[in-house]
């Protein structure tokens, strides 16, 4: 949780933690015995509440660190997907707030890939439904003639084809054509 937080945040952590649990907004999470500094919100409404008032690039930035904060277990497929999930949130996040910042891409590109790995490794398993929805996502974060994208764009269509969804596949073709 330090990790996560900037300097002025993070050398009142402590305190800023027993606040919140006083005030019954958060509680210890018990659920990873390995960690015993994780916290869970009592409810989803006060997260969600909580997630709203953070401004979008502030917000932006914690998926970033997030993401990269999950990095240090590199091939952990649970792990693979949650980060590829935040890049996508930070991807989303940063387009909204200025779609011309050049270092979009390279968070796109990273989300997309991470994502598209997953997908393999769903496709693998036999999960064609959610290597589908991995592929998708991925293909959205890549520029429109982006060779990754193709590429993706050809995982998807195999997925789509094992599975029947015939016309999903030729809609597939027919936009990347």
């Known amino acids: 949780l330090f990790e996560l937080c900037n300097e002025r945040v993070g050398s009142r952590l402590g305190l800023h933690l027993e606040t919140l649990m006083r005030k019954e907004l958060i509680r210890p999470d018990r659920s990873d015995p390995a960690d015993d500094e994780s916290f869970r919100f009592r409810h989803m409404l006060i997260r969600d509440a909580a997630y709203t008032e953070v401004a979008k690039a502030s917000r932006a930035e914690l998926h970033e660190r ?5 990095g240090g277990e590199e091939g952990t497929p649970a ?9 996508e949130r930070a991807f989303e996040y940063r387009m909204e707030l200025d779609p011309n910042d050049p270092a ?3 968070v796109g590109r990273r989300a997309a890939e991470l994502l598209a790995s997953a997908g393999h490794r769903a496709s ?4 064609l439904t959610a290597a589908i ?12 003639h982006d060779q990754t994208r193709l590429e993706t764009a050809l995982d998807l269509c195999g997925c789509l084809m094992e599975v029947w969804d015939l016309a999903a596949a030729e809609a597939v073709v027919s936009a990347v054509s």
């Open 66 to 70: 997030f993401a990269a904060f999950l």
């Open 79 to 87: 792990r693979e997907e949650t980060r590829g999930y935040h890049l």
């Open 104 to 106: 979009n891409e390279a």
């Open 124 to 127: 693998a398993q036999g999960d």
């Open 133 to 144: 929805h991995l592929f998708e996502r991925a293909g959205q974060l890549l520029p429109t």
